[in-house]
């Protein structure tokens, strides 16, 4: 991840330095740059005024231009008048009638070092070379010549003026400049826009011409006269202000060297910023882009301060890089980190890799959902990242990725001891952490891990989410995706495929466990047992069958194939013994299905099974709910169906099952009843087992009896029934009638 992001770093820093190189964003900083002027927006110095050749002007001489006998009027007026410097925006280049250009060289003669007049070098303007321009030679001579040149910048969004240029050998200063009676170094420079125009003191030529200003106005001040009527091409944009006469520009420029000697730090320091700023979010582990805000809101306060002092500062190219940088990272926040919690997502480690020195960990949080229901967005992140502390407490994970309701992560490969000791340390510490920090006792973690490390990333990843998943449905701290696990993983989804064809075939097989009513020896009833060989092959292992069932939620539709055959079985031995119980396993919780129940129903009636004659018996190891089961155990005992309470003694099958589940039978569990000759605590246990069911009013069978001195003693104790090894193991209905049939005692043969 770093690495990309990295390469996202250095691509925007580059991209910054060609758009800086090539001026790509110029339009868009001179934009920026007239914002920030006029939110410094001021009223313009008086002691520069502007002398406009305007329509009024023109319209009041009669005249396209005035002449340079009004010029020389206009001169001798400023001069009385006290101006300090008299400047022409104009060259007076191309020759008049005799009489006007001598009486203006007299003039200027007369008034030498009073007036300047502008001059234009050689230059370029795109492809277009434009030829100097200067005063008549009667005229230089006896004049002070200033550079008019300024050059506009795209869309006339600004202009940058020299503070002299070079022309036939000599150094001329620009209007400017010898308005601010600069004499400082060569550099070019913007005017300050922050000058607001309209504030410059403006006279028209003719009423200066005709005497009609007071005669203290312009006493000691500079005076540039310029074109400013309506046809006039010296006319050129000033933002938020419109297109102003040229002569405006070189009085802002004035203004703008009289403050201070205009600094130029170009693109340099705000693409150093910029390029910190990307390169600390590229290299941080925290998604937070506070730095990239931190350029993109300081840059521009900075370059705003920086005006104020006369540094200008362009920051247009960073702030580029600073864009292209955060569409980069966020390409990859969206497609590396979940959308919910600031974690990334398993597409962030590097799929295509193959993990040969690494194990791959997934943890599963259960519950998370229902965790999480009232918590914000902002909550569920912290409680993701608080895990991923923990996880990368110790410093030998990696990257933790989140995926829907699990954390995954790479971490150095250990030995299997090592990895067991470590996977079921670091369950225990994060259940703790989220008991502790979470008030979560209900939610545990589980974890997977896959060590098959000759397989892909990506691949692994998925083999430790489903190891993972596994943990968590089966209640178990840590399941190890290893070669052995693969085999019994590979072993169970053949079990599952076995049964789901057994399933659609209805042709599961079962067989029958006799019980014996040990004060007689007779044969009372039996419990139905799965025995099954699929296609002939090998038995399968019923409890694992259970275990898949219920693993892919059919373990309702395996009970009814077996109760279906079962009850089909069991008219016959009812024929033989009408008082012949028959019992079928079934999961307790089952009784809060009331679809089960009525297809439990419907098939008595359907194959004529008397409900007197069966018995369901209930196991379980989770708790269960008054409310759910009360009504279906109201049912079952309203039609006369018989209730035995299987394994008493182990998981949840205790006392309070006694009293959860009004049966009518209690069945000891074979772990008491197989230690009774050799453990005083299994006879002790089994003893008061006994006199609590019967004080209860109910039957008591022990299971798993092997030995006749068992059978002799749980007959003593008063035990009711018996079954085991000792008298049959699980045979098919055929023998079981035999049995009953023959009429023998079954304890004494």
Known sequence: MRRKRVKVAIFAILFGLVSAAIDLPLPLEDGFRAVRAQLRSRPAPQDIVMIAIDDATLNELGKQMPTRTDDSELIRRLADAGVDKIVFDRAHADPETPLDDATFARTLDQYRGKVWLGVSPEHEVGFQKVAKIVPLPEFRERVGMASMVGFSGPFGLSVVFPTDVALDGKTYPSISALLANYHGEHLRYRPDYAFDPRSIPTYRYVDILKGRFGSKELSGK??????????????????????????????LGAHTLKRGTPIDLMWFPALFVAAVAIGWHAISSARSAKPLWAATLGLPAISLLGDEFGINLDIMSALLAVMAAAIGFQRIARKYYSADVDAMTTSALGLDKVGGDLDVYALKIANLAEMSEDWSTRELGD???????????????????????????????????????????????????????????????????????????????????????????????????????????????????????????????????????????????????????????????????????????????????????????????????????????????????????????????????????????????????????????????????????????????????????????????????????????????????????????????????????????????????????????????????????????????
């Not at 074979?670 to 453990?679: L, N």
Request: proline content about 4%; hydrophobic content about 45%; charged content about 25%.
């Open 222 to 251: 500079s005076v540039i006269i310029g074109k400013t009527f309506l046809e006039s091409p010296d006319v050129f944009l000033l933002p938020f202000y419109g297109r102003i006469p040229g002569s405006y520009f070189h009085i």
């Open 383 to 749: 409680f993701v990242n608080t895990l991923i502390s923990y996880i990368k407490g110790p410093g030998d994970a990696g990257d933790v990725a989140f995926e829907r309701d699990s954390l995954i992560w790479l971490a150095p490969r250990m030995d299997a001891v090592s990895l067991e000791r470590h996977a079921d340390g670091l369950a225990l510490m994060l259940k703790t952490a989220i008991s502790h920090d979470w008030q979560s006792a209900s939610s545990a973690p589980a974890i997977g891990i896959d060590t098959n490390y000759a397989l892909p990333l990506g691949q692994r990843i998925k083999k430790a989410m489903q190891a993972a998943d596994e943990a968590a449905s089966r209640g178990v701290r840590f399941i190890i995706n290893d070669a052995a696990y693969v085999e019994a993983r590979n072993h169970r989804l053949e079990l599952i495929r076995a049964l789901e064809q057994g399933l659609r075939e209805r042709n599961v097989g079962v067989a029958y466990q006799p019980k014996i009513e040990l004060a007689t020896g007779r044969i009372v009833g039996a419990e139905t047992l799965i025995r099954w060989k699929p296609d002939g092959r090998v038995a399968i292992n019923p409890q694992e069958l259970v275990l898949a069932a219920e693993a892919i939620d059919r373990i309702n539709e395996l009970t009814l194939i077996v109760m279906e055959a079962a009850l089909r079985d069991g008219r016959k031995a009812i024929a033989l013994d009408p008082g012949f119980k028959l019992a079928v396993n079934m999961s307790a919780k089952s009784l809060s299905d009331t679809n089960l129940l009525f297809d439990m129903m419907t098939m008595l009636g359907r194959i004529g099974f008397p409900a007197e004659n069966l018995t369901l018996e209930l196991t379980e190891t989770a708790k269960l709910e008054d409310k759910l089961i009360a009504p279906q155990i109201a049912a079952l005992k309203a039609r006369g169906i018989g209730l035995s309470i299987d394994d008493f003694g182990t998981g949840q099958s205790n006392l309070e099952y006694i009293e959860k589940l009004p049966s009518s039978e209690l069945k000891i569990d074979k772990k008491f009843v197989q230690h009774m000759d050799s453990s005083e605590e299994s006879r002790a246990v089994v003893r008061a087992t006994i006199e609590i069911a019967h004080s209860l009013g109910k039957v008591v069978v022990a299971e798993g009896v092997e030995t006749q001195a068992v059978a002799d003693a749980l007959r003593a104790m008063g035990c009711d029934q018996a079954q085991g090894y000792l008298f049959a193991q699980a045979i098919s209905m055929p023998q079981l009638l035999a049995m009953m049939g023959g009429g023998r005692n079954v304890i004494n043969g």
